[in-house]
């Protein structure tokens, strides 16, 4: 079985309930105990054997930061429980408001899930459409220790379906190697990632 914590922090008006964590509950999808398919390591690229699909285009150029930042008035700060993760087990991931005043974000969904590669950092998600598919933003007022609060299945049919209304794929398969989490919906501030070794 595969864990299910969605420990959820009851503080501050802007803090998330249920809807602000992903996953689901319940036995790993049956594929999941074969481990991760794709490529392992530092792969040169991701490629994908569906022609239609569209990688995520990360919507920042500036440099990730590390995992705080003062930034629009306030700090933020972006915590995780481990830098090595299982594939099919569930990864937590919480972004808070550890300043004195309140800041603007755009949202829980307002975030990339990477590889890294050889010609840098890559989303694992993309559209199999043919078109690009821009990840919902909705501005709003995270108060102080308010939290965005992610439970994370590192399976490729949960990660793809974490974000309603987008139909969205990871391609290639989730491989072992390095990737990182990187949370750029803070308002007039730098984006904050989180790296972690996937593991089988």
Known sequence: MQRTRRDLLATGAATLTAAGSVGVAGCLDFAAGDGPQGPEGV????????????????PFDEPVEGTVVDAAGTRFELA?????????????????????????????????????????WLEVRGSSSGETVELPRTEETLDPSGAYIWSI????????????????????????????????????????????????
């Open 153 to 200: 299945d590192l399976e490729e049919a949960v990660i793809a379906s974490a974000v309603p209304d987008r139909d969205l794929a990871v391609c290639p398969p989730l491989g072992a190697g390095t990737h990182r989490f990187v949370y750029w919906g803070i308002v007039d501030g730098p984006p904050l990632g989180a790296e972690f070794e996937l593991v089988g």
């Open 80 to 120: 995780t429980e481990g830098n090595a993760e299982t594939y099919g087990q569930s990864m937590r991931l919480v972004f808070r408001n550890t300043g004195d005043e309140p800041g603007r974000v755009l949202g829980k969904h307002a975030y990339s899930l990477q590889r890294e590669t050889g010609e840098g």
């Open 43 to 58: 792969p040169e690229t991701l490629t994908c054997e569906d022609d239609a699909f569209v990688r995520l285009t990360p």
